[in-house]
């Protein structure tokens, strides 16, 4: 696979966009309908789970996607179209929140047909974003550019999720399609702004030998390395994930946060993780302290233990100080998410002989698979606590396990990384 020249930072920033509108609609279906869905209509937990799992679980089709773009050398068609059935998937999930007032079966059809198309849009666009950032950035700069880009989705979380939180309040379904609809419009005019002709003189030749999608998914998974980071990227998500569907619910029944409050608090979470991964590059490009491994296992292991203040506070009740504290978990997120795509970048690029997207779809498949299994786990975990025991101790019961869960991916990260990217630091040009 023959190359042009190089991403420019501009060209980077762009693309960063792009995750910043992936992150703007994906956070809207898998926190708000989802708090919308438990509280407001009063439906088991497990139901959202099993929508979000839906998602995620489609999108074990990320490598088809990253063979499909390798074939084509093409990545910004893919990019477009995933963003707009994105949107539209979000939007007809949105639409399913005030149908189950009306019709349960109605509003579960449209439901798994909406979540099934998210999951598409996300695997399409996500996929092929990630791929031509690690075909076409140069290998100094690819831990940087994974940087930004990770830092720009998450911005693009923490502020569509407060500013929805302001305007969703007070709540209707009215002002809730308005909201889902102008966010998915937005996304795709943005979208296809950043991405228009940033393939010019940078983008990858098709290979002359098209691969097939069972041998370059083989072929990748006989790299050693490959499949060990594989198996560290389903853990660590897993523990990542738990939380994401209880997480709002929990502050709804268990401290009285209103719908657009406990939408607000993902905001503060997501905005302490673009703090962690902040402090993470400050300290690693300016103070030139850290390694990779360091900074993955030291993620992981404030984040559990802020999920165990976070489960002590629910004994406590609405005078804890739950925002300050999903502010930390977010900020120890970051650190541990930064380091982790880093690897996932570098790792893409080092000897991929025109696999990158493929390499890509793989660790996305795992991470997908294991957000849609944690978060159902988790759902299911606290519905069945719940129906033996009080709201606060079923929540506290399954965040202690996910924080279980964080100190298993740290003695993890400790051996894999090391072994994989002997002290890594993520700064480019060193």
């Not at 100080?321 to 541990?336: D, E, R, Y």
Request: proline fraction near 3%.
């Amino acid at each position: 696979m023959t190359r042009g020249k190089n991403l420019s930072w501009i060209g980077i920033v762009r693309l960063g966009l792009v995750q910043m509108c992936l992150g703007s609609i994906v956070v809207l279906t898998t926190s708000t309908l989802n708090r919308l869905m438990v509280v407001e209509l009063a439906l088991p937990a497990i139901l959202p789970g099993l929508l979000v799992g839906l998602h995620y679980g489609i999108q074990i089709s990320r490598p088809h996607w990253g063979v499909l773009s390798d074939a084509t050398g093409r990545r910004t068609p893919w990019i477009v179209r995933g963003m707009a059935i994105l949107a539209l998937g979000a939007l007809g999930a949105a639409f399913g929140i005030p149908l189950f007032n009306q019709s349960f079966w109605a509003a579960l059809t449209l439901s798994i047909l909406s979540y099934t198309a998210i999951g598409l849009g996300v695997g399409a666009s996500g996929t092929s974003l990630l791929a031509l950032l690690a075909t076409t950035t140069e290998p100094r700069r690819r831990a940087a550019a994974a940087t930004i880009t990770w830092l720009m989705m998450i911005a693009g979380i923490a502020i569509t999720a407060a500013s929805v939180g302001a305007m969703l309040d007070p709540y209707s379904p009215r002002r809730l399609l308005i909201i889902v609809g102008l966010v998915g419009a937005g996304a795709v005019v943005l979208t296809s702004l950043a991405v228009w002709r940033v393939e010019v003189g940078v983008s990858a030749q098709p290979s002359a030998a098209k691969p097939r999608f069972r041998a370059a998914l083989r072929e990748v998974w006989a790299n050693d390395a490959a499949r060990r980071f594989t198996v560290f990227v389903f853990l660590s998500m897993t523990a990542f994930f738990m939380q994401e569907l209880i997480l709002e619910p929990y502050a709804g029944l268990v401290f009285g946060f209103t719908p657009g409050e406990s939408t607000s608090l993902s905001g503060a979470q997501n905005g302490g993780v673009f703090l962690g991964m902040l402090s993470v590059g400050i300290a690693v490009t300016g103070l030139k302290i850290g390694s990779l491994r360091g900074w993955v296992v030291a993620g992981c292991l404030g984040s559990a233990a802020s999920l165990g203040a976070i489960s002590a506070m629910g004994q406590v009740g609405p005078e804890a100080p739950l925002v300050l504290a999903v502010v930390v978990l977010g900020f120890f997120n970051g650190m541990f998410a930064v380091a982790a795509i880093g690897a996932m970048m570098e790792l893409a690029g080092e000897k991929a002989q025109g696999q990158e997207g493929t390499r890509m779809g793989l660790w996305g498949a795992a991470q997908a698979i294991a957000a849609g299994f944690g978060g159902l786990v988790g759902a299911a975990a606290a519905d069945l606590f719940r129906s033996v025991m009080p709201d606060a101790t079923a929540f506290g019961a399954v965040l202690l396990a996910e924080a279980a869960l964080f100190v298993a991916a740290a003695i993890l990260a400790a051996q894999v990384i090391h072994e994989t990217r002997r002290e890594t630091r993520i700064v480019a040009g060193e």
